[in-house]
């Protein structure tokens, strides 16, 4: 782990994980683990299903500790594994617990990854797994996500949702010609469950990023590894660098996509009402609703209060997780 700054108290450690793993009573550990959360003051959202638990949030060093150390008391989630991350202030506004039918929504129920699964690979072998010319390398993350970030020579499936993506292998996979697959995603829950629907589809060599690129960013060395670009995040932060440190994206509010300093810089960027992304398609009754929403916000801003609204992330997919 080349992260140094994890011993700094005042820092925020933002902290992703998920696990494939049956159970049954997921309805009923959803009141005391949102009770732990706010107990220690932590913020963010995990989602509870009969399949696995899927989260990302955030606190301080020690109030992470106890919520992880109290996750881990379960036996199901004795090995739990989360990737971290540090930001100087809180990314979230508040703390959610919601109960689901998937933990990342793929739409098939017969995908199971708790029973077939492509091989994970450690962070420390994806570089020569993925530049092997036979290993198809595939980002199963959605285009707003690709076009910001990804690993040198990654295919997008170009889907904007993670239910889209059995058609992309419907349409442009073929077992007997892509023989070598490799997948990856933000955190590792998308890739590993795409193994899963790929293995039951007749792919027989596949493998997805342990951990997925925040893991990958977190291990190896930004002059050693083969990522490209700002990955994209759900939380405040919008994206991060190689060095898992606050990107230069921000979020447009209209239509909530990640905007370079190039987008910021366009006359169809207006802050808090329209990006290049949507400028075009505003209704007049759309841009006078977050042309007001703005002006709240500056009013806010002068009193030296914070305009909550809705924010961004919590407006997002969270199968995307």
């Known amino acids: 782990m080349h992260i140094e700054n994890s011993s700094n108290a005042k820092v925020i450690v933002v902290t992703a994980f998920y696990k494939f793993v049956h159970l049954p009573d997921y309805r009923d550990l959803r009141s005391p683990l949102l009770e732990t959360c706010r107990k220690n003051c932590i913020k963010g959202t995990v989602l509870l299903a009969e399949e696995g638990i899927n989260g990302t949030i955030a606190g301080t060093r020690v109030d992470m500790d106890n919520v992880l150390r109290y996750l881990r008391q379960d036996a199901r989630l004795a090995d739990l594994e989360h990737k971290e991350s540090f930001i100087d202030t809180m990314p979230f506004y508040r703390m959610k617990v919601k109960l689901k039918k998937e933990i990342v929504t793929m739409g098939v129920p017969a995908v199971d990854p708790k029973r077939r699964v492509g091989v994970r690979v450690d962070p420390r072998q994806w570089n020569a797994l993925i530049s092997d010319p036979e290993v198809?390398?595939?980002?199963?993350?959605?285009?707003?996500?690709?076009?910001?970030?990804?690993?040198?020579?990654?295919?997008?499936?170009?889907?904007?949702?993670?239910?889209?993506?059995?058609?992309f292998v419907r349409d442009q996979l073929d077992p007997e010609k892509h023989a070598k697959i490799a997948m990856f995603c933000t955190g590792g829950i998308r890739c590993e469950k795409a193994t899963s629907y790929l293995k039951g589809q007749g792919y027989a060599e596949v493998y997805h990023l342990r951990g997925g690129i925040l893991k990958y960013l977190e291990e190896v060395r930004p002059e050693e590894n083969l990522w490209q670009g700002e990955c994209f995040v759900f939380d405040g932060r919008v994206a991060v660098d190689q060095k898992l440190e606050r990107g230069s994206h921000e979020m447009c509010y209209a239509c909530r996509m990640p905007l370079s300093p190039e987008d910021r810089n366009s006359t169809a960027y207006a802050t808090g009402i329209s990006c290049p992304h949507c400028h075009a398609t505003l209704t007049e009754e759309k841009r006078a609703r977050l042309q007001e929403r703005q002006h709240q916000v500056e009013l806010a801003r002068l009193r030296n209060e914070q305009h909550i609204g809705v924010p961004i992330v919590e407006k997002k997919n969270r199968a995307n997780l």
């Open 136 to 167: 198809l390398v595939i980002d199963t993350r959605n285009q707003y996500e690709y076009d910001i970030g990804t690993f040198r020579n990654a295919v997008s499936p170009r889907t904007s949702s993670f239910r889209e993506f059995p058609a």
